[in-house]
């Protein structure tokens, strides 16, 4: 991978982390559904990206089916899942996306991963798992039906957007707004209470966090991420998301005082060699 295109990665990455302290906030500290959260998001990106909109690009089904997946699916299920699952054992779950994209990469797109590369997936996913995995937190509930659901639908979603061709990322963006603004409003109006009263008592700052989600995490790290998964394999820009992960709990140790013990330190340590296994390891020739 180039260094331009890493340095772009670790932006995006650094973007989404901070995506997790402000969604903490907002659904935390100002007691806003995050079924409505989301949504207005997809609306405000819709609204942005809808001159981009059309022509529909072909096959129509394709962009459709992920923007559900990414948005609804990715978002949508791990806000219903995060109801009733801890947020330790749902970070746990949501990784299993990365081994879940690597093998459907495999499968579906014919890419080859290599002992390096698979090394290095090895060990990113094993000290991820260690940095947030914590037996006192980890509780099985329903909830993480619905994580799990996420994994899943994120997987899919980064292995079709790989055979996604002639499709700028604004006009990418804008499918992702309309195929995920109407199934979040709709699950928003069918289980969620007092919606609209609450944002409102949120006031300024739950008006602000929607902007940040949906210019900063949606339109730009979406955007670059689109380019960046068009461009390299889609195993190896899934496995270093894993540094999303890591920077979220960084700014967990920087912004709200949370702990940073030796299993952190260890687990970080494993991620980053597995981050270096693979940024070194030779790119596989397509089969």
Known sequence: MLLRDFILLMVVCLVWATNFIVTKLVLVHLDVPPLLFSSLRFALLLLIALPWLLPWPRPRWRIAVVGVLMGAGGFGLVSIGLMTATPSSAAVVTQLGVPITA?????????????????????????????????????LSVGLIFVLGSAFASAFSVVLMKKMSNVEPLQFQAWVGLASVIPLALGSVSVETDQFARAAAAGWPFFLAVGYTALFVSLLGHSIFFRLVQKYEANLISTL?????????????????????????????????????????PRPPAT
């Open 103 to 139: 093998l459907l990469s495999v499968a579906l797109l014919g890419e080859r991963i290599g002992w390096r590369r698979g090394t290095g997936i090895a060990l990113a996913f094993s000290g991820a798992i260690v940095v947030m995995y914590d037996p006192g937190g980890f509780a």
């Open 241 to 281: 998301t894993l540094m999303c992960p890591l920077m979220g709990i960084a700014l967990g140790v920087l912004i709200t005082g949370d702990p940073f013990d030796m299993r952190m330190i260890v687990g970080t340590v494993v991620v980053l060699t597995g981050v270096a296994v693979i940024l070194t390891a």
